[in-house]
């Protein structure tokens, strides 16, 4: 019956027919693609991320007293951008002065912890999307300080797939906290001020001082010990940052 009524169609309800299939099997791609960039990727992406924290904190647990290298407290020698979550380019970075970064630039060494956002990531040093970001961590930029110390403990992190840990960070207000758990201690910051908006290419908001130079009403003016968050706005584009900035909160006597 069914191939009866096909071969009585003419060329026009041929051509017609082989549309309606052409567009039907293209939407079905389309829709496997989303599945895998929204559902897939996050899935992957955290569990990975679950995964590397449980070890890294087994390990501290089991050993707190053995030595683990850190990346150094120095601030970049020359400008780093600000573009980690770009999906089509990955951020230029630069090798920061001193010290000798971690042996392996994809090895988690800290984890953050946000409790307004219920958030726990492990964070690894550099941006790179393959080897970081899109494992679901948050990134450390190279140069910028280590965590608790004085200059600027600048993170870069997906807002959208890929576990998506960013996602959320416009809604943390003045006086939340963050933890960063190392080996040897953890340092607590307390948010400060929050970049709505703002270019990729907005240095400043990693610099160790941080001010933007796009928006120069937004930052800071002196040295302390700063934690900053970057991430990708609005969602799903890649065309502004989001910034949040904490200052480190001085540990009791």
């Not at 990975?48 to 087994?58: F, K, P």
């Not at 120095?74 to 980690?84: H, R």
């Not at 800071?220 to 969602?235: M, S």
Request: proline share 13%; glycine share 8%.
């Amino acid at each position: 019956m069914v191939l009866q009524a096909r071969a009585g169609r003419g060329p026009l309800g041929r051509a017609l027919w082989a549309g309606a299939e052409t567009l039907v099997t293209c939407g079905v791609l389309v829709l496997l693609l989303v599945v895998h960039q929204l559902w897939w990727t996050n899935r992957q992406a955290r569990a990975d991320a679950v995964a590397q924290v449980r070890n890294l904190e087994r390990e501290w647990d089991s050993s707190p007293s053995a030595p683990r290298s850190e990346p150094p407290d120095t601030a970049p020698s020359e400008p780093a951008t600000v573009a980690p979550p770009d999906p089509t380019t990955e951020p230029t970075t630069q090798s920061p002065t001193g010290p000798p970064p971690p042996a392996s630039s994809d090895i988690p060494y800290a984890v953050l912890r946000i409790p307004r956002l219920g958030l726990t990531v492990p964070v690894a040093p550099g941006v790179g999307k393959r080897t970081v970001l899109d494992r679901g961590f948050a990134g450390h930029y190279p140069g910028t300080a280590a965590p608790g110390r004085t200059g600027n403990f600048a993170l870069a992190g997906h807002r959208n797939t890929h576990g998506e840990p960013f996602r959320h960070i416009d809604r943390l207000r003045p006086g939340d906290t963050l933890t960063v758990r190392t080996r040897e201690r953890t340092h607590t910051y307390r948010v400060d001020r929050t970049l709505p908006q703002t270019s990729p290419r907005d240095i400043g908001v990693i610099a160790p001082v941080p001010r933007s130079l796009h928006k120069p009403s937004y930052g800071y003016d002196t040295p302390g010990a700063y934690l900053t968050l970057t991430t990708c706005t609005p969602e799903f584009s890649s065309r502004y940052r989001l910034v949040v900035w904490a200052r480190l909160v001085p540990p009791r006597a």
